[in-house]
């Protein structure tokens, strides 16, 4: 079965609603900033009156799709929920009642095609904006309605699995500076009086990774922790691969089991636990090897204490150098004065993260595969492959579906001039 197709310029042209708020009437006023990245969620809403608007705005009603045409790789397409007005960086697209539905046409904009063809079609380097002619010539499927709402349900139902498994994720990520707090207090006050010592004195090793790891290259046994792979109190299982260094430099910076890992430049301060990996791991020059004292402080409590947020910033980051270009040198992590709580209450205290984290890997897991079923559904939905067994038991609604849509597509284009 081949589905009709059509041109944005033939069934989505840009058209804001025409709805006149009174001046004083307190709207939603839409801007790019409001749009959460790739998943096109409105992380907030801002209102004011109708008069705060600027000039480059316009309004917009539910009968809209937006879609923001600065730096298209962003992925931003709003369906609204209720009339608002928003920036011109965004078009007011509006499907064709009986042709297209919005929610349908909103998933379409936000699939991998689409988001490939948007982003080769741009002009400007700092502010790339999709070439809006090659946008309008842009051909999108138009299966049956009844189809479309199939697929639109399916979509919604993957997406609010996504939806939620990113909400577990972002409690998961709460759970332990909350459990660090709770037992230890907040380490700026050290409320519960906790001798507080330098990290040199607690510590048998500390180093970074020399000036030429860049060095090492192609795709040897050895595996390198960099700046990039240390997010979230987690290493990343997806390390570079590379010829390692040798000799005294290989066991200067190479990682044992229970090493903390902290970043010593760009952003500085996070850190991780390393725990033994199928081959040998080093640091690379802006990551520092801390090998703790597990006599005297546990890796799991030092890796959630440096993590902490003192402000914007990790605990650690409030002992960098310089403004301009920040970092973390030798000097500063031996004489950062660390709280060092009993041994018993941080062995509890690791106990629970170790299973946290056991947990947390799960979370991580199926994040990564309920977003390849995500992207998997998304690229099969405009081809025909996502609904191929209900079209079979629905077939002859369809095709006379189909052929009714036929008739609307050829008058909607007769009477476009």
Known sequence: MRWATATLREVAPARPARIGFNPEAVVWHLNLDQIESGSSAVKRKYRAPACAAGASTFEFDTGNVLFSKLRPYLNKVVLPDEPGIATTELVPLRPERGLLMPAFFAHYLRSPGFLAFSSSFVTGVKMPRVIMEKFWQAELPLPPLSEQRRIVEILDRADELRRLRAEANTRAERILPALFLKMFGDPATNPMGWEQLPLGELVTHL?????????????????????????????????????PPHGAEADRTRLADGDVVVTITGIVGKAATFHTMNRDAYVSQHVALVRPDHSRILPEFLTQYANLPIGPTPVLATFQYGQTKPGLGFRELNTARIPVPPLRIQRQFQSQVLGMTTHRHHIVRASKQLSQVWATLLSRAFSGDLTASWREAHMKELLQEMEQQARDLARLREATP
Do not use: K
């Open 207 to 243: 180093t970074s990774g020399s000036r030429g790891w860049s060095s090492f290259t192609g795709r040897g046994p050895g595996l390198f922790v960099r700046t990039q792979d240390i997010l979230d109190g987690q290493i990343s299982q997806e390390l570079l691969a590379v010829d």
